[in-house]
């Protein structure tokens, strides 16, 4: 009887690994944490691989991080918009300030959290979810 323990449903062999694993929403989650240091300009190389990627038929615990990591930026605009907006008016410039940090917390929570499913190669349980 043979060990199919490391076949995927796709029809791929997958060799197991005991070491850091260098995949596709590895690659999207780390560019998401160079993003905190570079400024925007890791993330968005992140958001168009992820982009990329998500179309080349990927497996299906691949694609719930791509769908993560993409909801993950337009999300976090979003909410950095509305706090931009909200630093417009003098009154409420600590509001908004508190609001950027909760931004930079939720994105690296998310993205770590990505990071770690990446390298257990298990899909992201909601990649819908507006929080965790």
């Not at 992820?50 to 979003?78: C, K, M």
């Not at 630093?87 to 410039?93: K, P, R, V």
Request: charged share 10%; with cysteine.
């Amino acid at each position: 009887m043979t060990d199919n323990s490391n076949y995927s449903p796709e029809g791929r062999y997958q060799q197991p690994s005991s070491g850091f694993q260098l995949n596709n929403p590895t690659i999207v989650s780390l560019l998401y944490l160079l993003g905190f240091i570079t400024g925007w300009l890791a993330t968005l190389i992140g958001l168009i691989l992820a982009y990329v990627w998500s179309g080349d038929r990927p497996a299906e615990w691949e694609q719930s991080h791509f769908r993560y990591h993409i909801r993950t930026f337009w999300l976090g605009l979003l909410q950095g918009i509305v706090a931009g907006l909200i630093c417009l008016t003098i009154i409420l410039i600590p509001v908004a300030w508190v609001w950027f940090i909760w931004i930079a917390v939720w994105t690296a929570v998310r993205t770590i959290k990505a990071l770690l499913a990446a390298q257990k190669q298990q899909p992201i349980y909601n990649p819908t979810t507006w929080m965790w």
